[in-house]
């Protein structure tokens, strides 16, 4: 790696199981996609740390002079979220919005940058 200039960033890419210097597929741009939270319950350090790993690549790409679209989904519906709605006696969706605001609160008081999209796996038909 001594070899990368030092305004070059490498990355560990899965397919060649090797360290590989980042090259964006469209020249300036670069599209980040985050599995972020299934919302069942307040977020914890576990919960953010991805978040924030993913704020810091941003900015560094950012700062080097990429248009960056940064995308993090949330899972606003699944068994726990079914579950833990019925014992607390409230809405699904209702719950899982509860949740979801303790994230955004979390991320923000961390000065985490709110993802460009924010897609709900409720927003989302099998059929699109």
Request: contains cysteine; proline residues 4%; charged residues 25%.
């Amino acid at each position: 790696m001594s070899s990368l200039k030092r305004s070059s960033l490498a990355l560990y890419d899965t397919a060649t199981r090797s360290v590989r210097e980042f090259v964006p597929i469209k020249k300036g741009e670069v599209s980040i996609y985050l599995c972020g939270a299934t919302v069942q319950a307040e977020p914890h350090i576990g919960h953010i740390r991805s978040g924030v790993n993913f704020d810091i690549l941003r900015r560094w790409l950012t700062a080097s002079g990429l248009q960056v679209t940064f995308i993090r989904n949330v899972t606003d519906i699944d068994d726990k979220i079914l579950h833990k709605a019925i014992h607390e006696e409230m809405e699904w969706w209702a719950l899982a919005m509860k949740y979801e605001r303790a994230f955004s609160n979390a991320y923000a008081a961390l000065n985490v940058l709110p993802p460009t999209y924010e897609p709900r796996a409720t927003g989302t038909s099998l059929n699109d």
